[in-house]
Structure formats: structure tokens, C-alpha cells
């Protein structure tokens, strides 16, 4: 999958209609969100048989990624694409900005997920009228700081933003930035966002946006993006000085913004912050909006450290971890080259030039915490013989097998031995759907120890043959 970033507004507008196709009302899905925030929580996208792919990424890792639900015309398929995707890339495969409803869809499709939430990020969701004209004992709070508002400050008047005046909104931000009423850093970040998106205002047609004077002061000001039945707010600022410049805008935008068919205002998030999250709170939502995530995880996740694995067959082998003790027979285990033809692995594409024993150890302890492959020393009568490896861990449950022996210990029935005990393993307390193991065409003794360990040829191809067991 070639995937392109989110950077300008023409990319904003070419996954618009698929953004549209989404049921759920989330924040995030908002042209100016993707805009503002592009820097931030870098997205990219790319499609795949007329279906989108939006895949959310870490600002500091581009290894860190989730993807959102896909949609179009086939997300079905899309799923087997970000699985290999991740698995080439070896990284976890995560979900995120879903309903509960599709983090269930997800969690069904694989054998050991962890679905998560953050209250941070929930959505706060009102009722359109209840914006409009603050009726009811519970709004007394807001009707009373407007009605303060204009007996402090007079009348007032809502304007809509167009290109005539658009500078005024523009210069009221950047007043307030200099201001300093913002101080934070988060908070300065974010207005400094809002001021960005007045430049590309006009170049989204779902995009509205109001503001409110005083005289000819602008005092607060309010855009958002009008999507189904659903105003989202995504800028809203006011003149802390002016008490009640808040609830007037709350109350102004909503009635020019809302009627019958959008009939609900999402004002996003609180971001943890306990003063945003009163605020919301005080205009009473409807409904906290709770955008979920996935973390699919493997059987990696089912491994207890320290693991010791005996052999039924043969009563002097074992398998258990690696240690520093093992370091100088583990460093000649990767150093004979011509012993390791075979494994499919050369340590000199990792390894630095003046490498040490201590490395080999370092890099195994490195797989395990990356997940990738958690490796095992085979021992004999104590002393260790080789390594096991389980790795290629995936997404549905299954699970590959790798070993090789010091030249020492070969052609004496203990790789069987070994991994006739890793399928067991695997099978009874990892609970495997399967059990995989390879070798290259060439490795005849290799072929003959699989099938002797009970494993059974299922395929081949120009370089391997493929075992289950």
C-alpha cells in the first residue's frame, strides 16, 4: 500500500465524500480537523478498490499507527491488505476512532484483542435546540450570563464569516494571542491553529462560520462544519473579558447553523482538561460520544517469563532462557556461517563490525520486546546445544517454529526432540490454531527432522517448503 499524507486541502477534499460515508459523528472526521491538526497527529491515506484507507500516525514514530475503520466499496478486503501491510513492517496492528460497534466487528475478527478508550477524547453531543434558545431551569446559568452580557455591554450583533470581513475575524485571534488570555502551550498551539484555517476557510463548502460584535469590536467568533444531521464545532473563541461572550456565541452560531434536518451540535472533546470538561459539561450533552481503539495483539502476549520447556521423549532436553552464562556459545551458534546457511538470518546485516558476545544476547532480549520472535536456548543435560525460536507470530493465532543446533550436537534425534516439545508448547499453553514450521529446499536433514517432529508438508514454493503440525 502507497500511502500519501494528509498535508493540503485538495487532500482534505479528494477523501471528503468517503469521510462523508462514515454513520458515525465523530469530531475527527471534520475537514478543519484534518487541517488544523495535520502536523500534530499526522494522517495518511491511500485507496484500495474504491475504499479508503486513513491510517493516523505518531508525530515522533513513524512506526507508530493506527488505522481507522475502512470505508467505500469493499473494507472487507481492505483488512487483509493493512495485515500484511503491518506484518512486513512488523509493527502491531491497531484500530482506532471506532464506535463500540465496530471495535466489536474487530475484536470478532481476530483471536486476542484489547479494546480501549480515553475519556479525554469523547465527544460532547447536544441537542440543536437546546443551543438555540437555552429554555429550561437547567440553562438558567446560561441565559443568566447573557442576559449580564447585555446589561453590561448592550446589544449585540451575529455576523457570518465572508470574504469581506473574514480579516477582522483573523486579526480579533491574533489580538487575543498577543493578549496572552491563552497562556498554555497547548492552548497557544491551538489558537495558532485556528488562526492557519482562516486561510483556507473558503476552500471547503461545508465550512460556516459566525462571529459577534460589539459596536464594531469583534469579541468571539465560531466555525464549524456542517455534515448530515450534525454541526460540528470546531473553533470556538471569545474575549474573556467580556462576561457571557461564550454563551452568546454558543447560543448565536446554533441558531444561524442548526434547523430541523442539523439538529445536533458536536462540540468535540475536553482534552483531560478538568475546566473544559465543566464548561461541556454545563451545557448538558445529550451524549458523550466514546471513540474506541484495538490493539490486536498475538500469542507473543500469552508467553510467561521465565519459560521452561521439557521434552517428553528424551528426559536430558530442554528449553529455557537465555542468559548472559550462554553468551560465548550463543555468539559461536551465529558465527559459524557455513553451520547457518540455512536459517535464513545473517546477524552481519545487523551486527556492528567489532561485534561482541554480549550482542547476540542484547539483540534476542531486543526481538522479545519488539514482539517479534522470542528465542529459547535448547540445552543438554544443562549445557547449552542451540536455540528455539517462536516467531512469526500473527494476528489469527498462528505461530512458526525455527531451530538450529551447535555442530556438536546434530544427528543425534535432540532437534526433534526440541521441537516435538515447541508444538506442544505452543498447542497446549499458547493455545495455537497453527503451528508452522519451514526449511529451503537444500536442507534435506532439516526436511527429514520437521517430518520425524510430526509435522506434515502442506506446500512449496521456489525456495521453501511449508510444514504444519
Known amino acids: 500500500m502507497m500511502f500519501k499524507r494528509i498535508e493540503t486541502t485538495e487532500d482534505i477534499l479528494s477523501i471528503k465524500p468517503y469521510l462523508d460515508m462514515y454513520e458515525k459523528d465523530f469530531s475527527d472526521l471534520t475537514c478543519p480537523n484534518f487541517f488544523m491538526w495535520r502536523n500534530y497527529y499526522p494522517r495518511e491515506y491511500c485507496f484500495i478498490d474504491d475504499t479508503l484507507i486513513i491510517k493516523e500516525c505518531s ?35 491497531c484500530f482506532s476512532n ?14 486476542k484483542t484489547k479494546v480501549c478508550y480515553d475519556r479525554c477524547w469523547s465527544d460532547y453531543v447536544y441537542n440543536a435546540e437546546d443551543m438555540r434558545f437555552f429554555k429550561g431551569k437547567k440553562f438558567a446559568g446560561q441565559r443568566n450570563h447573557i442576559n449580564k452580557f447585555i446589561s453590561l455591554y448592550g446589544n449585540y450583533q451575529y455576523h457570518q464569516i465572508t470574504r469581506d470581513n473574514i480579516s477582522a475575524v483573523k486579526n480579533f485571534l491574533i489580538d487575543l494571542r498577543d493578549q496572552n488570555q491563552f497562556q498554555s502551550d497547548d492552548a497557544l498551539d491551538e489558537l495558532n491553529l485556528d488562526i492557519s484555517f482562516l486561510d483556507v476557510f473558503f476552500e471547503f463548502s461545508s465550512v460556516v462560520g459566525g462571529f ?18 450534525t454541526l460540528y464545532v470546531c473553533i470556538e473563541k471569545a474575549n474573556r473579558e467580556y462576561i457571557g461572550a461564550y454563551q452568546v456565541i454558543v447560543k448565536e452560531f446554533a441558531l444561524h447553523n442548526t434547523d430541523d434536518e442539523v439538529c445536533f451540535i458536536n462540540r468535540e472533546d475536553d482534552m483531560g482538561k478538568e475546566g473544559l470538561r465543566i464548561s461541556k459539561l454545563q451545557y448538558h450533552p445529550i451524549e458523550i460520544k466514546n471513540k474506541y481503539w484495538v490493539e490486536v495483539n498475538t500469542l507473543f ?13 528424551n528426559a536430558n532436553v530442554f528449553l529455557d532462557e537465555i542468559t548472559s552464562a550462554d553468551a560465548e556459545a550463543f555468539m559461536r551458534l551465529y558465527t559459524d556461517d557455513d553451520n547457518n546457511k540455512y536459517w535464513g538470518y545473517d546477524y552481519k546485516e545487523d551486527a556492528p563490525i567489532d561485534v561482541t558476545a554480549q550482542y547476540f544476547i542484547d539483540f534476542a532480549e531486543l526481538m522479545k520486546k519488539k514482539k517479534e520472535e522470542y528465542s529459547l536456548a535448547v540445552r543438554v543435560n544443562g549445557v547449552f546445544a542451540g536455540e528455539g525460536v517462536f516467531h512469526n507470530f500473527d494476528v489469527f493465532g498462528n ?24 508444538n506442544n508448547y505452543a498447542k497446549n499453553i499458547l493455545r495455537a490454531k497453527t503451528v508452522k514450521m519451514k526449511c529451503f529446499h537444500q536442507n534435506t536433514a532439516s526436511e527429514r527432522m520437521i517430518k520425524k517432529a510430526g509435522f506434515t508438508e502442506v506446500s512449496r514454493d521456489d525456495n521453501f517448503i511449508f510444514f504444519e503440525g
Not at 499507527?65 to 493493512?82: L, T
Not at 463500540?100 to 475484536?107: F, G, Q, R
Not at 500469552?302 to 521423549?313: D, G, K, T, Y
Request: aromatic share 8%.
Open 301 to 313: 502476549d500469552e508467553i510467561n517469563a521465565p519459560v521452561r520447556i521439557c521434552s517428553e521423549e
Open 59 to 93: 508525530a515522533s514514530d513513524e512506526n507508530d499507527f493506527r488505522f481507522y475503520m475502512p470505508v467505500g466499496k469493499n473494507p472487507e478486503i481492505v483488512f487483509a491488505y493493512i495485515e500484511s501491510y503491518c506484518a512486513k513492517k512488523a509493527v502491531p496492528l
Open 399 to 422: 505461530v512458526e517454529l525455527g531451530i538450529r543446533l551447535l555442530r556438536e550436537f546434530q544427528g543425534k534425534g535432540i532437534a526433534s526432540c526440541a521441537v516435538v516439545a515447541m
Open 98 to 111: 471506532l464506535t463500540i460497534d465496530e471495535a466489536n466487528i474487530i475484536s470478532a475478527r481476530y483471536v
Open 212 to 229: 459577534i460584535t460589539c459596536g464594531e469590536k469583534v469579541i468571539s467568533v465560531a466555525i464549524g462544519e456542517k455534515r448530515g444531521n
